[in-house]
């Protein structure tokens, strides 16, 4: 019964927000924003994955420490489940809408500016991706010392993945610099896909998007994480697609093309990075895969004991080390919360090697129950409408373009599985410092010669 109910309302769920986003890109604006890519995002994920997640559970396709918790969903929990998610969806568009009307939208275009602006402006651009490229390179030098070196650092990437300590690194904190190296990458993409750079200039531009690209993807490498690989690769596609797109039916097209690259692309890398055991199948990796916001759910439904916004109100202290906000200022996450409900310890305690990430659904419950869905949702609508101006007003449509495909992707899609601030800020901390950058491109007058 569970079965059916699950995939009845999943069906009816994802259609609604399919019938909202028809009406809305073919019938209305004809243009996808940021609103738009969050729907859909929880349509996917909330409605059809979650009816996969159950359906495949309940028929043995599982791994224990999800199945155990995913069969205690109830057709009463299954319903409270779906209609904390219209409550949800309902107040991100709400908080959408207020912010559409209230915030000022001063959406630059590069359009709007002379040529001598516009070639000042890109050569700026193209100094901060060489800065950022040579500051990653640096510190991530830096960060791998302790490990002995680049080689040393591939040799225990598993382990620093799996929060054990062996070696005592003072400069852990650098290893999230290496992804400086992804947003000069996206600079320097965008920068050659730009038709109003000069051709002298690409030679400069195609060697930085080399180096930044094979550093990328080491620095990749030691994270030993799919789910990042995939996500840079689809960025470059996405941004590129964005760009050359001039109607909603032919994005539409290519949109479906990348996603089945990047469904074989979690078979790929699952495989290259030896993550799951030998001879899993496709259902059963997906829905290992797709289980840990189903699980965290229904744990916290039954715990139901709240965090009182506490991690909202904390979550500029994320960019900081951990050792300042986790170890002398004793604060936790709302994941570290649920890995505790899991494993009865956090990760890199206790013998736990691994966290139970919580997905925007599950957050937002645990921070005040459905007062917490209605406040969580409408923060996100401004912050989407806030993201939506910030990416517009980027003056090179090139840049503009790559730098939102990696918003997209980073920012607002994985957010509905990873919710946790701390989570969305550590894996956008380069994007967060490159935007930073290129706002001060604005500012400052940097010599141009």
């Not at 309302?9 to 890519?37: H, M, R």
């Not at 917490?372 to 949702?377: A, L």
Request: proline residues 1%; glycine residues 6%; positive net charge.
């Amino acid at each position: 019964m569970q079965t059916s109910l699950a995939i009845i309302l999943g069906s009816v769920f994802t259609i609604i927000i399919v019938f909202i986003e028809y009406v809305k890109l073919f019938q209305l604006k004809k243009k996808i924003e940021a609103l738009d890519w969050l729907l859909m995002s929880i349509a996917l994920f909330n409605g059809v994955g979650f009816s996969f997640v159950i359906w495949s559970t309940f028929n043995g396709y599982n791994i224990d420490i999800w199945a155990s918790k995913i069969l205690r969903f109830s057709n009463q929990s299954i319903l409270i489940y779906y209609a904390l998610n219209l409550v949800m969806v309902s107040s991100v568009i709400l908080g959408w809408t207020i912010a559409k009307s209230t915030v000022s939208k001063r959406n630059v275009n590069s359009n709007n500016y002379g040529a001598i602006y516009e070639e000042k402006y890109k050569k700026k651009v193209y100094r901060i991706a060489w800065v950022m490229l040579i500051v990653g390179i640096l510190s991530y030098m830096l960060y791998s010392r302790a490990y002995g070196g680049f080689s040393g650092l591939i040799y225990y990437s598993r382990l620093i993945r799996s929060g054990i300590t062996i070696v005592q690194n003072s400069f852990s904190f650098l290893q999230r610099f290496g992804s400086f190296a992804f947003f000069s990458s996206y600079i320097f993409l965008g920068l050659i896909i730009d038709k109003t750079v000069v051709t002298k200039k690409r030679m400069g531009l195609i060697l930085g998007f080399i180096i930044s690209f094979l550093f990328s993807i080491f620095v990749l490498y030691t994270w030993v994480g799919r789910i990042s690989f995939i996500v840079y690769l689809a960025t470059l596609f996405l941004g590129v697609i964005l760009y050359k797109s001039t109607s909603i039916f032919r994005l539409s097209r290519k949109l479906i093309k990348l996603l089945i690259f990047s469904l074989v692309s979690i078979v790929l890398f699952d495989r290259l990075l030896n993550r799951s055991r030998v001879g899993i199948t496709i259902i059963e990796l997906f829905t290992k895969e797709l289980s840990f916001p189903a699980a965290s759910f229904i744990s916290q439904l039954e715990i139901n004991s709240f965090r009182w916004f506490k991690d909202i109100l904390v979550s500029p202290l994320y960019i900081l080390p951990s050792r300042i906000w986790n170890v002398t200022l004793n604060l936790d996450t709302a994941s570290m919360e649920n890995t505790y409900s899991f494993w009865g310890a956090v990760k890199g305690q206790s013998g736990v090697t691994g966290s139970i990430p919580v997905d925007f659904l599950t957050f937002s419950f645990m921070q005040a129950s459905v007062i917490g869905v209605i406040v969580v949702g409408i923060m996100w609508g401004f912050i989407l409408v806030w993201i939506q101006n910030k990416i517009n007003r980027i003056h090179s449509k090139g840049i503009r373009m790559i730098l939102l495909g990696n918003v997209i992707l980073n920012v607002i899609i994985l957010s509905v599985l990873y919710g946790d601030p701390l989570h969305i800020i550590t894996r956008n901390f380069g994007l967060i410092a490159g935007m930073i950058f290129l706002s001060l491109a604005n500012k400052i007058k940097w010599t141009t010669r």
